[in-house]
């Protein structure tokens, strides 16, 4: 038999790292740590080649930022009226108890609603309205209703967060596999029972996911919010703060810690992902 | 002593929906199972197997008709009565022993050491300990049918329902799930109705081999398989019996068609 040209595949690498969802077997720990450093060092060290070169204007090089981040979190700017930490332990601490109060909120509803069709039918309308607006229009309401404080941030992280999480869990239970019910009702398995072993765990990857990306909203939102003065304090106050008073780099270098604390909740979020999605 | 089940002139339409016309899937189906009884099911494909298992099982309701078990009409899905699905139908999320322990679990009257050693018990039983630990995705077809037919047992059924539960496997595997189903059968003495597509299969396992007529369908004949267990397939009287099961549905289907 003629044995057939080799394909440029099959003459280089070896096979399986061709195939994309092996993503995570084909490339080794220090491999793949290094490409992950290597293109923010890159994108680093570009920004600084263009602020020095003038090419940026007024804009502040990555080392003005880590001045600025030093300095901010040395010593409290007097506009700022405190350290870094204190308005970045603000930030946190809303963000944090807003996610959670949404994933009691979300999840219970988003599993109601998928459960039930008495309570989809009587809660979706109402939660498609709500949804497409933006948490950063509830400002002026939100400090009408809970003042300035906490309580108005934490209200707003609480709407970003929420809508994910219902719409993620709810289409999680509708996907349900009806076999597996019916199997864990041929078991013996009441209705409670196989809501509470079946759907839910069927739908938990749905439903992290919907955590995931409510997580990642609601910061946003929550950095938007500070922004008008909502909370006060916060990782956005500063960067409001820093536009009156010129201070560009004390903004750049806020913008920087926001990104990181976002990169660090996601973190966080896909560990538990896979802790508790072992099975997959 | 009265049989353990009873299906008297079991019917099912299922009502029209979409546009589309009501089905009649049976139309009267009566049947006694003895207790300890093996019985096998074959008939053409479509004529309503499937959802003959599903209303003893409680899953569906009958159209007309009853369902008793021991006497009792059946109402709902329960752990009386087990069913072995054929596209196996395990918790992905669960172990092999969180599988089986599931229907322990839900029961409620046991510890996890008690739950966890009955388990470990069914599934030495069906020739899978030490795969405890492992998820579903992790082991063969063959093997996650064996783990959907401890699960079931687990919970003790008083009757066991299969619907081609051997459907998939390749054709080593199935003989060999036949040869351990038969096993299984003798040392627990649990009463069976298994469904089949396949003759050979209803031939080896079955006390009795039920035909079923197209749909709608409705009880044809009941071949008696007097045979010894272990079976041997090549045995005159199995391939007789075979043969004439087989030009039987062969007429059934072609005149479906
Ligand atoms: N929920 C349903 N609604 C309407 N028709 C149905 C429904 N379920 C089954 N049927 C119809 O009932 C008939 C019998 O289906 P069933 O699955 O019981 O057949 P079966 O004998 O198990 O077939 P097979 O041997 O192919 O598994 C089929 O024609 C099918 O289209
Ligand atoms: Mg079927």
């Not at chain 1, 990857?205 to 950095?223: C, D, E, K, Y």
Request: charge should be positive; include cysteine; aromatic fraction near 10%.
């Amino acid at each position: 038999m003629e044995r057939l040209p080799l394909s440029a595949n099959e003459r280089g690498r070896p096979r399986g790292l061709d195939y994309p969802w092996k993503r995570d077997q084909a490339l080794s720990a220090s491999w793949s740590l290094a490409l992950r450093l290597i293109t923010p060092l890159t994108f680093i060290a570009i920004w600084q080649l263009l602020c020095s070169s003038g090419a940026l204007g007024a804009t502040p090089s990555p080392w003005q930022v880590l001045g600025a981040l030093w300095s901010l979190a040395t010593k409290p700017d007097p506009y700022l009226h405190a350290t870094l930490w204190s308005h970045l332990g603000a930030s946190l601490f809303r963000v944090i108890g807003g996610f959670f109060i949404a994933l009691l909120v979300g999840v219970g509803l988003g599993l109601l609603m998928g459960w039930y069709p008495l309570v989809y039918h009587s809660l979706h309308p109402l939660v498609e309205m709500i949804r497409p607006v933006p948490p950063f229009a509830w400002v002026v309401l939100a400090i009408l209703w809970f003042k300035i404080g906490n309580a108005p941030a934490i209200f707003i992280v609480f709407l970003g967060a929420v809508f994910p999480m219902i719409i993620n869990t709810v289409s999680g239970v509708e996907a349900v596999d009806r076999v597996l019910c019916e199997a864990a009702a041929t078991l013996g398995a009441n209705s409670r029972q196989i809501l509470w072993k079946v759907v839910i765990p069927s739908a938990l990857p749905q439903i992290i996911t919907g955590l995931r990306v409510g997580l990642g909203v609601a910061w946003m939102s929550l950095i938007a919010a500070e922004m008008v003065g909502v909370g006060g304090r916060g990782l956005g106050l500063i960067i409001d703060i820093s536009k009156s008073t010129w201070k560009l780099d004390y903004s750049v270098a806020a913008m920087v810690v926001i990104g990181l604390i976002g990169f660090f909740l996601d973190f966080l979020m896909r560990r538990a992902e896979r802790a508790l999605l072992r099975w997959r | 002593m009265p049989p353990l089940l009873m299906l008297k002139e079991l019917k099912k339409v299922f009502a029209a929906t979409r546009g589309l016309p009501p089905v009649e899937v049976l139309a009267g189906v009566s049947l006694d199972l003895e207790k300890g009884s093996f019985t096998c099911v074959v008939g053409p494909s479509g004529c309503g197997k499937t959802t003959l298992l599903r209303i003893v099982a409680g899953l569906e309701t009958a159209s007309s008709g009853r369902v008793l078990l021991e006497g009792v009409e059946i109402e709902g899905p329960g752990a009386r009565v087990g069913l072995v699905f054929q596209e196996f139908a395990l918790f992905p999320w669960r172990t092999i022993l969180g599988n089986v322990t599931f229907g322990l679990e839900v029961r409620g009257d046991l510890t996890a050491g008690e739950r966890k050693a009955r388990a470990e018990y069914y599934l030495e039983l069906v020739g899978l300990r030490g795969f405890e630990k492992r998820y579903p995705r992790e082991i063969s077809g063959g093997m996650k049918q064996r783990v959907a037919i401890a699960r079931t047992l687990v919970v003790q059924p008083h009757l066991l329902l299969m619907d081609e539960p051997f459907g998939s496997l390749d054709a080593q595997t199935r003989n060999a799930m036949q040869e351990f189903l038969v096993d299984l059968w003798l040392r627990t003495g649990i009463t069976v109705l298994f469904v089949t597509h396949n003759v050979d299969e209803a031939v080896f396992l079955g006390e009795r081999v039920v035909a079923l007529t197209s749909r709608p369908c409705s009880v044809r004949h009941i071949y008696p398989v007097p045979l010894e267990y272990p079976r041997d397939r090549t045995a005159t009287q199995f391939v007789e019996i075979r043969r004439e099961i087989l030009s039987y549905l062969a007429k059934e289907s072609g005149a479906d068609e």
